[in-house]
């Protein structure tokens, strides 16, 4: 059965950090660009980040840019979310996804999706 799985979710306060976890199982994650979305309650999913297969070029919403980072392990067939300075609008479920054909700012394009890891930044 091909799945992802995200992990790593949790309450923070904010400025704290989280690192989330997307691990693959089923199929190898070497072919697939790999996003993360997230979806805060009553707002549409939204693209927070994108990786491509190699892990040579990644891309960022500005809201996160300069505080999370997305990299990739193959070999464990993982991809993390490092989420550093946290804010409560941070606050959603993030998704994971993988998209054969590469990074697309468009939930539709990608092929797979993870169950969702929810992320609450709160004091």
């Known amino acids: 059965q091909l799945q992802l799985v995200e992990s790593g979710g949790g309450l923070v306060q904010p400025g704290g950090s989280l690192r989330l976890s997307c691990a693959a199982s089923?199929?190898?994650?070497?072919?697939?660009?790999i996003g993360w979305f997230r979806q805060a309650p009553g707002k549409e999913r939204e693209g927070v980040s994108c990786?491509?297969?190699?892990?040579?070029?990644?891309n960022y919403a500005d809201s996160v840019k300069g505080r999370f980072t997305i990299s990739r392990d193959n070999a464990k067939n993982t991809v993390y979310l490092q989420m550093n300075s946290l804010k409560p609008e941070d606050t959603a479920v993030y998704y994971c996804?993988?998209?054969?054909?590469?990074?697309?700012?468009?939930?539709?394009?990608?092929?797979?999706w993870g169950q969702g890891t929810q992320v609450t930044v709160s004091s």
């Open positions: 990786i491509s297969s190699s892990g040579g070029s990644t």
């Open positions: 089923g199929f190898t994650l070497d072919y697939y660009a």
């Open positions: 996804a993988a998209d054969f054909y590469g990074c697309s700012s468009s939930p539709m394009a990608y092929d797979y």
